[in-house]
């Protein structure tokens, strides 16, 4: 039988373990200063690491481009929802990260969700990093794939599950390691150079997250794979002669943080987005993306690889915040990246920083299980390339008075 209180019990059970969550409404555009509760606050939670969600050239993109296209879509992209616009973009896309083609999606949580179910399923197993985004996770769910989790950031940890002794490895049952290469609530980076060569070991597909590199790593900013296998011009992350099966690799990423628009996509090889457009659900049965947000996303893409003095200066900020955390004694994990946590311990702990720092005129929420474990519960501050120097030496003061 239902209980019917199971609502209210539910929601009194969050709120007795500090884990509940309320919505804020904030009443500007994104940017370092934003309006919150009736006042301009300094604000470190948006992903908009490039400023350019508010650049006045993507505005001008998407105003020409409602002009021309209208806003919706009117369709899924396999009927009439696939553009002109939606073709070029995929097209900058798929030369932005080296590979063959790319195929865009609505957001960037269905592209996990639609990649990784088109390459696995039923038999198969997926085996991921324990600090995933969720996204990746609800992704094996919907394939239903078997999945195997390996300590965070654990190359030999992760070449155990793809390698397990116990079993005999049936060669038509496929292997798939999916990872975030920035991890979005630490900010760190996986060890991909050492996993990707235990996939051309096993014979494992590679899936890689770059939703919070793109734009940020690599010499033209497409992210961490640029960076640690390829010069800009080489094909991505191709597969070693005589690799078995010569294993598929795919890039998923997003159009909504470095790029400061809504989106996500796939950048791959062509059979490999062909196998996407035709099995992933996410992509089949949705509207597509508005034709409008394309052409905004093409023009963000364009500035982010005409002005690389944007991402140098968003990296060097957050060296600039780190050290200054580290000399006053704050727990900023392994970031490399301009995700910053600072680990307070417990939700309580979190909130109380949280709320100091917003009396202090800094909006920069606090993290909570269960998008962290427990016992970590943090600040997530998140830098962009329209923050100074002042406004670091600013969170830091607050910080340090705040702590007491």
Same mark, same amino acid.
């Given at each position: 039988?239902?209980?019917?209180?199971?609502?209210?019990?539910?929601?009194?059970?969050?709120?007795?373990?500090?884990?509940?969550?309320?919505?804020?409404?904030?009443?500007?555009?994104?940017?370092?200063?934003?309006?919150?509760?009736?006042?301009?606050?300094?604000?470190?939670?948006?992903?908009?690491?490039?400023?350019?969600?508010? $650049?006045?050239?993507?505005?001008?993109?998407?105003? %020409?481009?409602?002009?021309?296209?209208?806003?919706?879509?009117?369709?899924?992209?396999?009927?009439?929802?696939?553009?002109?616009?939606?073709?070029?973009?995929?097209?900058?896309?798929?030369?932005?990260?080296?590979?063959?083609?790319?195929?865009?999606?609505?957001?960037?949580?269905?592209?996990?969700?639609?990649? =990784?179910?088109?390459?696995?399923?039923?038999?198969?197993?997926?085996?991921?990093?324990?600090?995933?985004?969720?996204?990746?996770?609800?992704?094996?769910?919907?394939?239903?794939? %078997?999945?195997?989790?390996?300590?965070?950031?654990?190359?030999?940890?992760?070449?155990?599950?793809?390698?397990?002794?116990?079993?005999?490895?049936?060669?038509?049952?496929?292997?798939?390691?999916?990872?975030?290469?920035?991890?979005?609530?630490?900010?760190?980076?996986?060890?991909?150079?050492?996993?990707?060569?235990?996939?051309?070991?096993?014979?494992?597909?590679?899936?890689?997250?770059?939703?919070?590199?793109?734009?940020?790593?690599?010499?033209?900013?497409?992210?961490?794979?640029?960076?640690?296998?390829?010069?800009?011009?080489?094909?991505?992350?191709?597969?070693?002669?005589?690799?078995?099966?010569?294993?598929?690799?795919?890039?998923?990423?997003?159009?909504?943080?470095?790029?400061?628009?809504?989106?996500?996509?796939?950048?791959?090889?062509?059979?490999?987005?062909?196998? =996407?457009?035709?099995?992933?659900?996410?992509?089949?049965?949705?509207?597509?993306?508005?034709?409008?947000?394309?052409?905004?996303?093409?023009?963000?893409?364009?500035?982010? %690889?005409?002005?690389?003095?944007?991402?140098? %200066?968003?990296?060097?900020?957050?060296?600039?915040?780190?050290?200054?955390?580290?000399?006053?004694?704050?727990?900023?994990?392994?970031?490399?990246?301009? =995700?910053?946590?600072?680990?307070?311990?417990?939700?309580?702990?979190?909130?109380?920083?949280?709320?100091?720092?917003?009396?202090?005129?800094?909006?920069?929420?606090? =993290?909570?299980?269960?998008?962290?474990?427990?016992?970590?519960?943090?600040?997530?501050?998140?830098?962009?390339? $329209?923050?100074?120097?002042?406004?670091?030496?600013?969170?830091?003061?607050?910080?340090?008075?705040?702590?007491?």
């Amino acid at each position: 039988m239902t209980d019917p209180d199971f609502i209210r019990r539910t929601l009194e059970d969050l709120k007795a373990r500090d884990l509940y969550r309320h919505l804020v409404a904030v009443g500007s555009a994104a940017g370092p200063r934003v309006q919150v509760g009736g006042r301009t606050v300094l604000q470190f939670a948006s992903n908009n690491y490039l400023g350019l969600a508010g $650049d006045p050239r993507v505005r001008q993109a998407l105003c %020409r481009a409602v002009e021309k296209w209208g806003w919706g879509a009117g369709a899924s992209p396999l009927l009439a929802g696939h553009t002109d616009a939606h073709a070029a973009l995929e097209a900058d896309l798929a030369a932005f990260k080296h590979t063959e083609a790319a195929v865009v999606f609505s957001t960037g949580y269905m592209t996990n969700l639609g990649a =990784i179910s088109a390459l696995v399923g039923r038999g198969d197993t997926v085996v991921m990093d324990r600090e995933n985004h969720a996204s990746l996770y609800d992704a094996v769910r919907l394939s239903g794939a %078997r999945l195997e989790r390996y300590k965070h950031a654990d190359a030999v940890a992760a070449e155990a599950c793809l390698n397990p002794k116990s079993e005999i490895r049936n060669p038509k049952l496929r292997m798939l390691l999916a990872t975030d290469t920035v991890f979005s609530m630490g900010g760190d980076l996986a060890p991909l150079a050492a996993l990707a060569d235990a996939c051309r070991r096993s014979g494992a597909m590679l899936l890689v997250d770059e939703a919070h590199a793109t734009g940020l790593l690599g010499p033209t900013g497409a992210g961490l794979a640029e960076q640690v296998f390829r010069a800009p011009d080489a094909p991505f992350l191709e597969p070693a002669a005589g690799a078995a099966g010569g294993s598929p690799v795919a890039s998923v990423g997003t159009l909504s943080k470095a790029l400061g628009g809504i989106g996500g996509f796939v950048a791959a090889s062509r059979g490999t987005c062909d196998l =996407i457009v035709n099995r992933a659900r996410p992509f089949i049965y949705s509207t597509a993306l508005p034709a409008a947000a394309c052409e905004a996303a093409r023009e963000a893409l364009r500035i982010s %690889r005409e002005e690389p003095e944007r991402r140098r %200066r968003v990296l060097d900020l957050a060296d600039r915040l780190r050290a200054a955390l580290r000399n006053k004694g704050f727990d900023t994990g392994q970031s490399a990246t301009p =995700i910053i946590p600072i680990v307070m311990g417990e939700p309580e702990a979190a909130l109380a920083m949280a709320a100091a720092l917003l009396a202090r005129g800094i909006f920069c929420p606090a =993290i909570r299980p269960p998008t962290v474990a427990p016992g970590t519960s943090r600040l997530r501050v998140s830098l962009t390339a $329209d923050h100074t120097e002042e406004d670091v030496d600013r969170l830091v003061a607050a910080l340090v008075a705040a702590r007491g």
